[in-house]
């Protein structure tokens, strides 16, 4: 059983930072795909930003500029760094990781950390 754990998630006023931790725990052999998706209220999740196993990386649009993910394999961890962040950056920020080749296969979530952007 592979158990994915955030935290680093709170309150935080616009234009603050924040920086999301996800660990992995359980029988691990090689993570490949590492990302970060949101939910807002209402909303559907979405994708905020991925990173390769060769440690490439890609942002969704709304945030490039401001986050930038991170991973430390020897750790089965990914990491979020949040700056800039605007009010419409408040939601539940879930973490995602998948243990086989095929990124649609052997997938893992976490329960979410919410982050809230207010004044």
């Known amino acids: 059983q592979v158990h994915l754990a955030e935290s680093g998630g709170g309150l935080v006023q616009p234009g603050g930072s924040l920086k999301l931790s996800c660990a992995a725990t359980?029988?691990?052999?090689?993570?490949?795909?590492m990302a970060w998706y949101r939910q807002a209220p209402g909303k559907q999740r979405e994708l905020v930003a991925r990173?390769?196993?060769?440690?490439?990386?890609d942002y969704a649009d709304f945030v490039k500029g401001r986050f930038t993910i991170s991973r430390d394999n020897s750790k089965y961890s990914s990491y979020l760094q949040m700056n800039s962040l605007e009010p419409e950056d408040t939601a539940v920020y879930y973490c995602?990781?998948?243990?086989?080749?095929?990124?649609?296969?052997?997938?893992?979530w976490g329960q979410g950390t919410q982050v809230t952007v207010s004044s």
């Open positions: 995602f990781m998948n243990l086989a080749p095929d990124p649609r296969e052997d997938q893992h």
């Open positions: 990173i390769s196993g060769g440690g490439v990386a």
């Open positions: 359980g029988f691990i052999f090689r993570i490949n795909i």
